[in-house]
């Protein structure tokens, strides 16, 4: 049966396809008008298919490290056998120094721990939430993450902080049922409030998706140095106060840099802490003082002399009025 006028046998096909690709333009905008619906409902859809995402994605990442983490464990171990004289000879260098550094430790720690009980000073604790291992990390242009394998029914929960054993490594930011997501320091969204530890001068660590950290809102003070360490000053809570964070490696400028002691791209092990929340310590052996009555002072930790010591004087409030003589 011959064609009609004007069609040719590339008629239909090329009619099919503009057709198919008219459907598949309106199915991408209702399905685009159908997200932004949701994200903007009230029910948390988003969040739930993020979590669902990133419990169907650790374990695929965590398999695809497996053959690299054992070329890497056999490599090591064939270098360690051609090099285990040298490295003996080293290790027998760094035992005798360490030993010199521990005996030293422990003076100043058994000093240090008599000083606090006598003045009655109450370190904050590091509760540990668990411990898991990164499985895959992100560095992209904006975010720079890493994927754990430890999720909510761990009591992993957003806003925990995260750390090594070199020191600080970000935060929670995203929680699934058997995995979670950590905002790396490195990123331009982490903000850190940190200490100098030499100075004591405070400031806040920010990410700046680079390799180093830059110092905003610093303190006055004694002037920064290349090589100062950066501690978490506990400001604010979240992170419990001294856990290392940075070297300063560039002190000048307004905006002093300074490299992690974590690096965000060894990371293997981490572990998962509960938020620092400051609290005032109450004595729970004080009564309630009613209004308007002073609250009467804890006793101090230390034994008080019953009678003044020589060549002490009392205090102005507890001498005798002169017109009670």
């Not at 948390?44 to 070329?71: H, T």
């Not at 027998?92 to 430790?105: D, F, I, K, N």
């Not at 939430?129 to 994927?147: K, P, Q």
Request: proline share 11%; no cysteine; glycine share 8%.
């Amino acid at each position: 049966m011959p064609l009609p006028q004007g069609t040719t046998p590339s008629y239909q096909p090329a009619r099919w396809r503009w057709f198919l690709s008219r459907v598949l333009i309106i199915v991408l905008v209702l399905t685009g008008a159908l997200l932004m619906v949701l994200n903007r409902s009230s029910v948390r859809f988003g969040d739930s298919l993020s979590a669902a995402a990133l419990d169907s994605v650790a374990p695929v990442l965590s398999a695809m490290r497996a053959p690299f983490e054992w070329i890497k464990a056999a490599s090591g171990e064939v270098e360690s056998y051609f090099l285990v004289r040298s490295r003996n000879r080293t290790l027998e260098r760094e035992v005798a120094r360490l030993q010199e550094m521990e005996s030293r430790y422990r003076t100043v720690l058994t000093e240090n721990r008599r000083l606090k009980q006598l003045l009655g000073i109450i370190e904050p604790r590091q509760d540990v939430v668990g411990a898991a291992r990164i499985v895959g990390s992100t560095a992209g242009s904006y975010v720079r993450s890493a994927i754990i394998l430890r999720g909510a029914r761990d009591g992993v929960a957003v806003g925990q902080p995260v750390r090594d054993a070199d020191g600080l490594v970000g935060q929670v930011i995203d929680v699934g049922h058997t995995s979670a997501r950590i905002l790396l320091l490195t990123d331009h969204a982490s903000r850190v409030p940190v200490r100098v530890e030499e100075s004591n001068r405070t400031a806040i660590a920010a990410g700046m998706n680079e390799k180093e950290l830059v110092l905003q809102f610093l303190s006055p003070g004694r002037p920064l140095k290349a090589g100062d360490r950066l501690v978490t000053s506990g400001d604010g809570g979240t992170f419990p106060p001294g856990i290392p964070v940075a070297i300063i490696t560039n002190p000048h400028g307004p905006e002093p840099r300074a490299l992690p002691v974590a690096n965000p791209g060894g990371l293997d092990f981490v572990t998962i802490l509960r938020p620092f929340v400051p609290e005032a310590i109450i004595n729970p052996d004080l009564p309630a003082a009613a209004d308007g009555a002073p609250q009467p002072s804890a006793p101090p930790p230390f034994p008080l002399p019953d009678k003044p010591l020589p060549g002490v004087q009392p205090a102005p409030e507890a001498q005798a009025p002169a017109g009670s003589r």
